[in-house]
């Protein structure tokens, strides 16, 4: 029976070829994109499990209200693991790193230095902690030392050409000696340590062992014994403050109590965050590698969910659109003594054959698009075909689908009364829309929803680029790691600006794109108690900052670099005004200082004030800032005036060999790299415009369905209309106003959805569109083209049909 079954399934499917392959591609197209998603959501879910003992080992993070300012934090003080190692029982081990971001290395036998784009000091417990191996080297003892150092197998290679380099040397920066003790494997894709390839011994961090809880640089992460009840372990946590901070704080603010500092309104608090939750719900600023995001997941999950819904809708729809065609079959079987039970397992059988070629369509197409897939989401997945696990959840999968697909038309027409199909009579549920209007309805609402997802996050895209920013970023270069130009840094800076093309340079790490970034306390002259404390960033510039960037004075001046007496002043902005209580002009003269410990502080007196920038993402709100005139040789952004970008550049790197030989020429743009600050919000807004183009496209596919079904249902209607008469105009219009109907009640009902959950996404940023009736009109008239194109076909062709031939059907 099964055979048979298998056989009239091919024989039945082969008969009706269009319908066929219109669902075999509705299902393979939604399947593979779901299964596109599945993966890379699966490896995002993921994330940092492969370590050893994943599930027990967390991150003390901090929140801190203080100056001003609202902090959360993934760094914390150097004493922290050591003090909750010592005083807590559950701590089994601990571990820190200490990010030192991209430095120059090179073979001590060699001159041409190799830049690591991602440093960092590590503890001599970090292999333990995580459960590494090295593949050269004792991780005992491979980062007990100072000046020693572990690279992954990548970093060996390009530095050594071999993996067996233990006891050879590398110079950081042109300066330090470092021996290397060991060798690992490169980190997985989905784990916090991907991008690291150096890690060096904390041993040689000096700050890593003094005992100060204000400056918080260090991830520390923690292994708890198992078991460990969380909630009493935060209790001990919070008493950290009392016991550790403030006595260290009362150093520089005498008299300060817990009360006090509770009754300013300020607060530090800790607590702990699983290492496997790190990568998609942490919301620290800071993180030791590129986030993800639980709201995104969610949103693909949606899309991932109902594309496959979709595609199965579809099956169902024009199964059902079918069923007119096949009711005398269903008479005549009946009628030849087939029950109720051999239909459906024999319409169930043709939409498993279905579903099985699509599912292996749906293979092919995702292993064809998985690179295109991995290049708009920044990833690096892979189809796993040597999993077993990954074969059974297809067959899981096509059996599952396979049901839901094939169940409503095979219960649907299995039931028709076999007098009634013979003589033509219309069957029950074929002359009512029912659940396949119904099912058309969800279809184009789901599509409506992801076009106004499109157009919010390309619309705030473009708000972004469009906003003034508040500083000029075009034709902005930046030159990284000038500090390798030793000191030569001043001089190559004139020689650059001796370039006609060039028309000024400023030589500073702190750009406002991702740079370096500092941080500390200031107190007014004359309030310096913690409650008057003011949370500022602090930038170390030069007199040509100003000029370069042009950053606008609203009062005061700009540094003179020939001023001792600017060495102590300082120019803020806007922001740091409403901390101080001050208006512009008021601001200036007024003394700041970071040091309130007995003996005589050091003031930077304020000579002006510079309008607001934005030197965070627009995610964030612009915060207090203060500009110093001092020594920064991280970078050199360089203002030109010619669109021959190839040429200058061509100079500079000329100017670079002969200033810094052997040095790695690297730099970038600076409205480039303020773009990358927002790379994945575009790789969102790409990732919802090709599902959203699929979602419309199996939509079209299930409107396309209904109107065959309808243009099938109502022949000898047209016919007789025809007849009296009517113009194909007039019947088209008829034919297609019934589905407009169903898409303006979806437009309906999805437009406030898309509103609500769509203004959600756009809480992450503190600056931001507002949702207007443009983006949901837009909306709304696109889809209704987009169906009135999909039902205009069928219905000009039922239209324009001979009415001779329409009377003589049933």
């Avoid at 830049?115 to 593949?135: N, P, Q, R, V």
């Avoid at 659109?321 to 039970?341: D, H, M, P, Y």
């Amino acid at each position: 029976m099964i055979r048979s079954y298998i056989k009239m399934g091919l024989r039945g499917l082969k008969n009706q070829t269009f319908f066929t392959l219109i669902n075999t591609l509705g299902l393979a197209i939604g399947m593979a994109g779901g299964l596109l998603i599945a993966l890379y959501i699966y490896e995002e879910l993921n994330y940092d499990k492969m370590f050893a003992d994943s599930d027990r080992i967390h991150r003390i993070d901090m929140e801190i209200k203080f100056g001003g300012a609202e902090i959360k934090s993934a760094e914390t003080a150097p004493p922290l693991a050591g003090t909750v190692k010592r005083d807590f029982p559950e701590v089994e081990n601990t571990t820190r790193f200490r990010i030192l971001g991209s430095n120059l290395f090179r073979n001590v036998k060699k001159t041409d230095n190799i830049k690591e784009l991602h440093t960092t000091y590590a503890d001599s417990t970090f292999f333990e902690m995580f459960g590494l191996d090295l593949i050269q080297g004792n991780k005992e003892s491979a980062l007990q030392k100072p000046n020693t150092l572990v690279m992954t197998r990548t970093a060996a290679e390009n530095h050594f050409g071999s993996v067996d380099v233990v006891g050879k040397k590398l110079l950081l920066n042109n300066k330090e000696t470092y021996l290397v003790t060991g060798v690992m494997e490169d980190l997985p894709e989905n784990s916090f340590l991907k991008d690291y390839s150096i890690f060096m011994a904390m041993a040689g961090n000096v700050a890593s062992r003094e005992d100060i809880w204000g400056g918080n640089n260090y991830f520390t992460f923690i292994k708890l014994s198992p078991g460990t009840n969380l909630d009493n372990f935060q209790l001990q946590l919070d008493g950290l403050l009392e016991k550790y901070v403030l006595p260290w704080a009362v150093k520089t603010f005498p008299g300060m109590t817990a009360e006090s500092f509770a009754a300013s309104g300020n607060y530090i608090r800790f607590h702990t965050i699983p290492l496997t939750d790190i990568h998609l719900h942490s919301d620290n600023k800071i993180e030791m590698s590129q986030k993800g995001n639980i709201q995104n997941i969610y949103i693909l999950s949606f899309i991932g969910f109902f594309l496959v819904f979709l595609a199965s809708v579809n099956f169902m729809n024009l199964s059902t659109a079918n069923s007119l065609k096949r009711a005398k079959e269903v008479g005549i079987r009946k009628t030849l003594g087939s029950s109720r039970r051999q239909l459906i397992i024999q319409f169930l059988t043709e939409s498993g054959l279905v579903v099985f070629a699509s599912m292996i369509l749906a293979v092919i197409v995702a292993y064809i698009a998985m690179p295109f897939f991995n290049d708009l989401a920044g990833r690096s997945i892979s189809i796993p075909f040597d999993e077993p696990i990954f074969y059974a959840w297809l067959i899981l999968i096509t059996i599952i689908l396979g049901l839901i697909s094939g169940s409503y038309p095979a219960f649907v027409i299995s039931k028709f009364v076999p007098v009634d199909t013979l003589k033509g009579i219309r069957v029950q549920g074929t002359s009512k829309w029912n659940i396949r209007s119904f099912l058309v309805v969800f279809q184009f609402s789901i599509a409506v929803f992801l076009i106004v997802g499109t157009l919010v996050v390309f619309q705030q895209l473009q708000f972004i680029q469009g906003k003034d920013l508040g500083f000029d970023k075009e034709q902005v270069l930046i030159i990284n790691d000038t500090y390798a130009a030793g000191e030569q840094i001043d001089a190559l800076r004139k020689e650059i600006l001796n370039l006609s093309a060039v028309q000024n340079a400023t030589v500073s790490s702190f750009m406002p794109v991702p740079s370096s970034r500092s941080s500390t306390s200031f107190f007014q002259e004359g309030k310096m108690d913690q409650q008057y404390a003011i949370q500022t960033q602090i930038w170390k510039v030069d007199d040509h900052y100003l000029n370069t960037l042009d950053l606008e004075l609203i009062s005061g001046r700009n540094f003179n670099g020939h001023s001792i007496a600017d060495s102590t002043a300082v120019i803020i902005n806007e922001s740091t005004l409403t901390t101080l209580g001050l208006n512009a002009e008021e601001a200036l003269g007024v003394r700041i200082t970071q040091e309130v410990e007995l003996g005589e502080p050091l003031y930077y007196n304020i000579i002006g004030v510079v309008k607001d920038f934005h030197y965070e993402s627009l995610r964030e709100e612009i915060g207090a800032l203060g500009l110093f005139m001092d020594r920064s040789t991280g970078s050199i952004a360089v203002k030109l005036k010619t669109a021959d970008l190839t040429d200058v550049i061509a100079s500079i790197e000329n100017i670079w060999s002969k200033m810094a030989p052997g040095q790695p020429f690297d730099y970038r743009f600076m409205d480039a790299a303020f773009e990358t600050s927002y790379k994945e919000e575009r790789r969102l807004g790409s990732i919802f415009m090709v599902f959203t183009c699929l979602s419309i496209f199996i939509a079209c596919l299930g409107l396309f369905a209904l109107a065959t079904f309808n243009a099938q249902r109502r022949t000898k209607e047209i016919g007789v209309r025809k007849v009296l008469g009517a113009s194909v105009s007039e019947i088209t219009l008829g034919l297609t106003t019934d589905f407009l109907k169903l898409v303006i009640i979806s437009t309906l009902f999805s437009l406030p959805l898309g509103w609500y959950f769509m203004s959600i996404w756009l809480q992450d940023f503190s600056y931001r569109i507002q949702i207007g009736w443009k983006i949901l009109g837009f909306s709304a008239l696109l889809v209704i083209f987009i169906a009135i194109v999909t039902v205009s076909f069928q219905a000009i062709k039922a239209a324009i049909a001979n009415p001779v031939k329409s009377l003589r059907t049933e």
